[in-house]
Structure formats: structure tokens, C-alpha cells
């Protein structure tokens, strides 16, 4: 089993930033991924940010390239998102996932934090 606990959501004024953890712990030994998604109210779950976790490579929605940066302490099992220039449009609750059976595939979720945008 894997635990994955998010920290760092909060409110923000349009164009400010915030900064997400994800500390993974338990049977991460076989990542293949890692990554952040996000629900906004009466939305589907999308993904927002995430790592190939062994080959180091990231991957972006379209809609957060070069505001958004994903990076990750593969020591310490933690993830980050760094959120710059946010917008309203950006609020959502926000999910830690991780991948343990291919790369791109993720099967274990995080409570979530909330990230709330105001204009």
C-alpha cells in the first residue's frame, strides 16, 4: 500500500502563487508515476502535472504550461507543484497521485487540498 498526503493549498489572489507537497510513503519502491490533478466544482477530475518517475520526464495540461512547474525529491518520495500567475479558473481541489504499475497509469489517491483563486 501507498499513503500519499498533500499540503499547501490555501486562497490566493489572481496572479499570486502557491506551492503543493505530496510526501509519499509506504510500498513506493515500484513508482512508475507521480503527479497532480484537480476537480473543480461540478467538473470532472483532470490532470494537471506529472512525472514518468523513472525516467524523470514531466508532463503538462495544456492550460498551466509555463505557469505551473512540477518538481519532485525522489530521496524523500515528495513531489511539488509550484503555481505561479494562478487564476480564478485554477480553482480546484487538488490531488497527489501515484502510479505503480505503468508509466502514466495512476492507482493511488491523496485527500486532496484546496486551492481557491480569487479575481
Known amino acids: 500500500q501507498v499513503q500519499l498526503v498533500e499540503s499547501g493549498g490555501g486562497l490566493v489572489q489572481a496572479g499570486g502563487s502557491l506551492r503543493l507537497s505530496c510526501v509519499a510513503s509506504?510500498?513506493?519502491?515500484?513508482?512508475?508515476?507521480m503527479g497532480w490533478f484537480r476537480q473543480a466544482p461540478g467538473k470532472a477530475r483532470e490532470f494537471v502535472a506529472g512525472f514518468n518517475w523513472k525516467r524523470g520526464a514531466t508532463v503538462y495540461k495544456d492550460s498551466v504550461k509555463g505557469r505551473f512547474t512540477i518538481s519532485r525529491t525522489t530521496a524523500e518520495n515528495t513531489v511539488y507543484l509550484q503555481m505561479n500567475s494562478l487564476k480564478p479558473e485554477d480553482t480546484a481541489v487538488y490531488y497527489c497521485?501515484?502510479?505503480?504499475?505503468?508509466?502514466?497509469?495512476?492507482?493511488?489517491w491523496g485527500h486532496g487540498t484546496q486551492v481557491t483563486v480569487s479575481s
Open positions: 497521485a501515484l502510479g505503480t504499475v505503468q508509466e502514466g497509469a495512476y492507482n493511488y
Open positions: 509506504g510500498r513506493t519502491f515500484s513508482t512508475y508515476a
